[in-house]
Each structure stands twice: as structure tokens, then as C-alpha cells.
């Protein structure tokens, strides 16, 4: 049996008890040692309790730190989502701001475009306007011309026959060249307004602008203070155009330009090739054009003066028409072309002229010289002296020639030549037989006897539509009246030769 301390102190206990009554010490001791038990047992409990807390604190501590970490842990994440979420946000909102920044920029685009096609829309009908304005003012005035014409020829004729019949010392002499003087101003008046008046299209050629801007500029400038520097480019590209209605245009510009400087100065004419795109501001078919510029040091064009610079009758010159501009556009507009001006006052104008270019090479100039050939030639011409004058000229080209009146006589000709086997080689046809079958008419019958007929037009009506599409008729070639033999020769010579 194990001895404890308490067992040792209760011996030494008993022994200085000795002589006490034994049994009560006994009890007492025995009271002491249920004491110590119950409180040893107490003891053992408690500390067992207090080992149980505090074990169990440390649980709740430990807990509470997890916890604790747990919800900084949550924190943590929550931070981030938000952050997260914002930053998500943000560009959402960005990406909205572009897109609607975008929506706006484009409808303003729209907007603008609408806004330019209106103003263009509203120019082009402007310009269609002033066309038409131009084109029943031309009708007007061609009428009107062409009257004029008449009545100036016979003032002209009778005035010439006067002066013939007077003694040039005489007082009436000069009256009467004053006279002639004055009609023939009046008559170059009128040649003006007729080639501004012109319905129909122009009679156009191959023909090189170099050539026609030399010999137009050079004979307008032939006496005055200003010269011309002309800088034009080797390769021009040649044009479809009516040389003499061309030669004008440039002819208008120049003289104006030229007094626009009344004290002289420098005109810079250029002329260079130029490729026309689609959607262009001009308004041009696209194509290959050629543009000429003529630029003056003159005194310019006001801002209020500058609309109607190209109507007809304004002008601000003493002794101007004011036919020369108006001439110029319907002229460049019939050539399917367009013609723009800038200016500054005090500094100067600048004219510029875009025109289709051809694509047929200019005609060589050496066949300009008579060219003889052969052949039997059937001419119709109602007028006895020109028959006349083509047998002769044919004759001095190796051809042989056979004449008509009318269509019905060219026609019959025409018939029996191919029965006996011996069909023209060429016929020239008058375009206008005044009371009998013309041209026009003549060919399409001439055609169904025999359709190799090699058929030329002949007008004085330069303007005709025969004239100027003398192919869609059915003719191989034409010859404007009054013609030089040059010309005749040419057309001749091509259309035999041509096959
Ligand atoms: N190069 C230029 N510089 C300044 N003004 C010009 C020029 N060209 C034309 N103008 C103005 O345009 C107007 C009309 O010109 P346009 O050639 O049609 O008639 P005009 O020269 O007055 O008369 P016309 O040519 O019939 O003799 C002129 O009167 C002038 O005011
Ligand atoms: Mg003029």
C-alpha cells in the first residue's frame, strides 16, 4: 500500500495524541481524512472543470480567429468584385459614350451630305434653268438674226451697187462707205447671235486645241498693249469639236481679258490633259477631257457681277453686247464640255474650259493639198451655177461627174447606172432641194437600189443634225457649204478610198 503524506502526518498526529481518548481521536482523524477526501475530490473537479474552460476557450478563441480571417477573407472578395464590377461598368459606360459619339458623327455626316446634295441639287437645277433660259433666248435671237441677216445682205448689195455708181470724191461716197462700214459692224452682230442662237449641235472634227489656241490667240492679239504666253502640253489629247465655234470662244475670252487691261499685261493661256473621276463636282461624265486656262492681270469680277457674267445682253463695257460670254457657254455646253471662272478684284480672272477629248487621231495636216482620184461621181444640187462649178472642179481632180436636179432625178440615175452594171462611185447630195426630194430623204431610197453607195452631204446649214450625225443618216462623209476644193477633194477621196 502506497504511504501518503497525509498517512505519515496522521501518525505523527496520533502519536502526540497519546493519552487522548482514542476513539474520539480516531473519529476526528477519520472526519479529517472524509474531509480532505471530499475536498481532494473538489479539488480534482475543478481543476478538471477549469482545464475543460479553458480548453474550451481556446476553441471559441481559435474559432474566432478563423472567423475573424473568414471575414477579412470576404472583404477581401467583396472589395474586388466592387472594384470589378466598377471597372466593368466604366467600360460599359465607355463603349455606350463611342457608340453614341459614333451614332451622332454619322448622322452629322449625314446631315451634311443631305446638305450638300441639296445645295448641289439646287445648282444643278439653277444650271438647268439658265440652259433653258439660254436655249428659247437663243431660239429668239436666231430668228431674229437670221432675218436680220437677210435685210443686212440687201443693204449691203445695194449699198455696194450705190458706191459703184458713185464718184469716190464725191460727198455721197463717203456717206455711203460710212453705211457699209456700219453694216458690216452690225453684221459681225449678228453672226455673234447666231452662233450663240445655234439649235442645232455643232459640226465637230478631230482637231487639236494647240493648233486652234495658236492661230485664235495670235490673230486676236495682232495690235494690242497685252501679250499672250501661251504653255500648252505636248501630249494634248485631240478633241471632237466645231473648229470655227471653238475658235470663238477663245476669241471672247481673250478679248475680254485683254480689256480687262486697259493698260496692257500678260495672258497666260495653259492647256494640259486631264482624267475626270466619278461623283466629280463638275458634274462631268467621267472620261479623258482637255483643259484650257486663260488667265488675266485685269481688274476682276465683282461678287455681284459674277452670276450673270454668262447671261446674254449683260455687260459692263461702254460699247460691250454682252453676247460674247453667253456665246461662249451654249457653245462649250453643246460640246458636252463646261467652263468655270475664278477672280479676284485687282488681281485678275481666270477662265478655265474642260472638253471631252477624242480618241480618233487628228487628221494629217499634208491632206490638206488637192488629192486627185478616180471614179464617176452622181452630184444633186438644185443650183445651175454650182453644178456647173462641180463639173469643172471635178473634172480638174480626174473625176467624172453626172448631175441632178432633185432627188427623183438622182434617184432614177442612180437606178439605171446599176442596171448597166456601171453604179456610182460616189454621189454628193444638197441637203435642201427648196419644192423637191432633199438629201436627207434621197439617201435612205439611194441605199435600198444600191447599198454600197457611198453618199456625201451638202449644206449651208452647217448646224444641221444631218451634218453634224451625217452617219446615223446613212452618209459616208459631208461637205459644208461654201467648201474649197481642198475639202472636197478630202471627203472625196476618204470616202472612196475607205473601204
Ligand atoms: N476677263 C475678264 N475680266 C473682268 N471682267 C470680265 C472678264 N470677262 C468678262 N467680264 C465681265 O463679263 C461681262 C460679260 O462679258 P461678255 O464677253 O459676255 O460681254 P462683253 O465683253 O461686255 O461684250 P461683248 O463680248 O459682246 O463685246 C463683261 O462686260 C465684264 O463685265
Ligand atoms: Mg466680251
Known amino acids: 500500500m502506497k504511504i501518503t503524506p497525509l498517512d505519515i502526518q496522521h501518525q505523527q498526529f496520533s502519536v502526540r495524541l497519546r493519552g487522548f481518548d482514542v476513539g474520539e481521536v480516531d473519529r476526528f482523524l477519520e472526519l479529517v481524512a472524509d474531509t480532505f477526501e471530499e475536498v481532494h475530490g473538489e479539488n480534482e473537479r475543478l481543476k478538471e472543470k477549469v482545464h475543460r474552460l479553458r480548453k474550451e476557450k481556446e476553441a471559441i478563441k481559435s474559432r474566432e480567429d478563423t472567423f475573424r480571417k473568414t471575414l477579412l477573407e470576404a472583404q477581401g472578395v467583396i472589395e474586388h468584385m466592387k472594384e470589378n464590377a466598377e471597372k466593368k461598368a466604366r467600360t460599359i459606360i465607355d463603349q455606350a459614350q463611342l457608340k453614341a459619339d459614333q451614332i451622332v458623327n454619322r448622322a452629322h455626316n449625314r446631315l451634311g451630305k443631305l446638305h450638300g446634295d441639296i445645295a448641289?441639287?439646287?445648282?444643278?437645277e439653277e444650271e438647268i434653268l439658265k440652259a433653258e433660259k439660254l436655249e428659247s433666248l437663243g431660239v429668239l435671237a436666231g430668228g431674229l438674226a437670221h432675218d436680220f441677216n437677210n435685210v443686212l445682205t440687201t443693204i449691203l448689195g445695194n449699198v455696194s451697187m450705190a458706191k459703184y455708181q458713185a464718184s469716190p470724191e464725191s460727198d455721197i461716197f463717203e456717206l455711203l462707205s460710212e453705211v457699209?462700214?456700219?453694216?458690216?459692224?452690225?453684221?459681225?452682230?449678228?453672226?455673234?447671235?447666231?452662233?450663240?442662237?445655234k439649235g442645232g449641235?455643232?459640226?465637230?472634227?478631230?482637231?487639236?486645241?494647240?493648233?486652234?489656241?495658236?492661230?485664235?490667240?495670235g490673230f486676236v492679239m495682232s495690235g494690242s498693249k497685252s501679250v499672250c504666253e501661251l504653255s500648252i502640253a505636248d501630249?494634248?489629247?485631240?478633241?471632237?469639236?466645231?473648229?470655227?465655234?471653238?475658235?470663238?470662244?477663245?476669241?471672247?475670252?481673250?478679248?475680254?481679258?485683254?480689256?480687262?487691261m486697259p493698260e496692257g499685261g500678260v495672258i497666260?493661256?495653259?492647256?494640259?490633259?486631264?482624267?475626270?473621276?466619278?461623283?466629280n463636282e463638275r458634274q462631268l461624265k467621267p472620261g479623258r477631257y482637255v483643259r484650257m486656262s486663260f488667265n488675266d492681270e485685269g481688274m476682276g469680277i465683282s461678287e455681284k457681277h459674277l452670276s450673270k457674267?454668262?447671261?446674254p445682253y449683260f455687260t459692263t463695257k461702254h460699247a460691250g453686247s454682252g453676247l460674247g460670254l453667253a456665246a461662249t457657254y451654249s457653245i462649250i455646253r453643246r460640246h458636252g464640255g463646261i467652263i468655270t471662272v475664278e477672280t479676284q478684284m485687282e488681281i485678275g480672272t481666270t477662265f478655265h474650259i474642260c472638253l471631252p477629248a477624242s480618241e480618233k487621231p487628228v487628221p494629217d495636216k499634208e491632206r490638206a493639198e488637192l488629192l486627185t482620184g478616180k471614179g464617176k461621181i452622181l452630184v444633186m444640187d438644185d443650183e445651175a451655177p454650182l453644178r456647173k462649178m462641180y463639173g469643172m472642179v471635178l473634172g480638174k481632180l480626174g473625176y467624172t461627174s453626172e448631175f441632178a436636179e432633185d432627188g427623183d432625178e438622182a434617184l432614177r440615175m442612180a437606178k439605171e447606172a446599176k442596171q448597166a452594171s456601171k453604179p456610182y462611185d460616189a454621189a454628193i447630195l444638197d441637203l435642201t432641194i427648196p419644192g423637191g426630194m432633199g438629201g436627207k430623204e434621197a439617201i435612205q431610197k439611194l441605199l435600198e437600189i444600191d447599198p454600197e453607195i457611198r453618199a456625201i452631204v451638202s449644206s449651208g446649214y452647217a448646224d444641221d443634225p444631218v451634218m453634224a450625225d451625217f452617219q446615223e443618216y446613212g452618209f459616208k462623209g459631208r461637205l459644208a457649204k461654201p467648201f474649197e476644193f481642198g475639202a472636197l477633194s478630202n471627203v472625196l477621196h476618204e470616202v472612196i478610198k475607205g473601204e
Not at 120 to 124: A, D, G, V
Not at 269 to 277: E, Q, S, V
Open 235 to 260: 501630249n494634248l489629247w485631240p478633241v471632237e469639236v466645231d473648229v470655227g465655234q471653238i475658235s470663238q470662244v477663245i476669241h471672247n475670252i481673250i478679248i475680254n481679258a485683254n480689256q480687262a
Open 120 to 124: 448641289e441639287l439646287k445648282r444643278m
Open 268 to 279: 497666260k493661256i495653259r492647256a494640259g490633259n486631264l482624267i475626270i473621276d466619278e461623283g
Open 180 to 197: 457699209e462700214a456700219a453694216s458690216k459692224r452690225a453684221q459681225s452682230l449678228t453672226n455673234q447671235l447666231l452662233t450663240f442662237a
Open 309 to 311: 457674267i454668262f447671261d
Open 201 to 217: 449641235a455643232p459640226v465637230k472634227e478631230t482637231a487639236s486645241l494647240a493648233d486652234i489656241i495658236k492661230e485664235s490667240s
